[in-house]
């Protein structure tokens, strides 16, 4: 799939793609074989991507993972699960459509699964709220790990999200003690756990359901305390150093590998998920069900244990 959006740095693969088809629409409608001038052109093109992926910065792997065309939470239950049943409401207040979840089939094997959902179009965007959840989605994701342990049922989440809302709304209804609970009940839950990272992993709202035995990162993702934009407007009052503080915050898979924070980099296919999302899919199958098999073999307690001792370890301290 080409992708009908381009980010900046990406203008001379767009501009190569139009010659591409522009050349290709003219042999056809002229009746003219130029294959070997498109092939040329293509490869052209390949060695291109090459040349610019190879040496992305953390702050054009940070808009990757805002792509437009990136494949959401809904894209990947289409192509890795099946017979998935979604599961409404905190059973409180509302619900959240931030946030959607319930069960599905991965590998003949049930699972539950909850992610962060933004919406393609303006409508959908504002009924999701970009993403961006209130203490009832955090609450239903809670529901929802409940439900999975009580009929002894793995947990798989799915972070994509700028953080937690922040309107005065989501604090009056308990934002933190919401996103708090959830970490405090994750670190506990008797069922293994892997959280992904699927596009932006912000803050409070990517933790509260980013907490588990497994914390798997695909290549072109972030996952930071807070956004560029928004580290570069309390330091330098200034977004325009965002990019200077997309390169300070260590956002990347690559920089939370080498500082342990998570456990593994999930590939993606030259250009990004958003280029090729099947592939993107068939990737991150693989390396679910590889972590899935190795948790499901162990004791509770065992798991439980493991987890623990993750949690303590986390990160590089120096004195």
């Known amino acids: 799939m080409i992708p009908h959006s381009y980010l900046e ?12 088809e522009e050349l290709s629409s003219m042999g056809r409608a002229a009746d003219v074989n130029i294959a070997e001038e498109v092939q040329k052109l293509s490869q052209k093109r390949d060695k291109l991507l090459h040349q610019i992926y190879e040496k992305v910065s953390p702050w054009q792997i940070c808009q990757l993972s805002r792509h437009p065309e990136r494949p959401y939470f809904f894209d990947y239950v289409e192509h890795l699960f099946d017979d998935f049943q979604e599961l409404h409401g905190d059973r409180a207040f509302a619900d959240d459509q931030a946030i959607v979840g319930g069960l599905a089939r991965f590998h003949g094997r049930s699972v539950m699964l909850v992610g962060q959902q933004k919406g393609r179009d303006t409508k959908e965007k504002l009924k999701r709220n970009f993403g961006m959840a209130r203490p009832e989605g955090y609450r239903k994701a809670l529901r929802l790990f409940k ?25 009056e209804r308990g934002q933190s003690e919401a996103i708090a609970t959830n970490l405090l009940e994750l ?9 992904t990272v699927i596009g932006e992993g912000g803050s409070g709202g990517a933790l509260a359901i980013g907490v588990g035995d497994r914390l798997l990162m695909q290549q072109y993702t972030s996952y930071s305390v807070i956004s560029p934009e928004g580290c570069a407007a309390i330091l330098w009052r200034d977004r325009a150093f965002a990019e200077q503080a997309a390169q300070t915050l260590k956002l990347t898979a690559k920089d939370l590998l080498e500082l342990k924070l998570i456990d593994e980099i999930i590939p993606e296919p030259l250009g990004g998920a958003h280029r090729y999302p099947k592939e993107a899919a068939a990737i991150l199958d693989k390396r679910l069900q590889d972590n899935l098999n190795h948790l499901m073999i162990l004791p509770e307690d065992k798991l439980l244990e493991q987890r623990q001792q993750n949690l303590r370890q986390l990160g590089i301290f120096q004195s």
Do not use: Q
């Open 9 to 20: 740095f990406e203008r001379p693969i767009a501009e190569l793609t139009v010659k591409i």
């Open 147 to 171: 439900l999975a342990e009580r009929f002894d049922i793995p947990v798989l989440t799915f972070i994509d999200t700028a953080g937690a809302w922040p309107g005065i709304d989501a604090e």
């Open 187 to 195: 670190s506990r839950l008797r069922v293994p756990i892997i959280c």
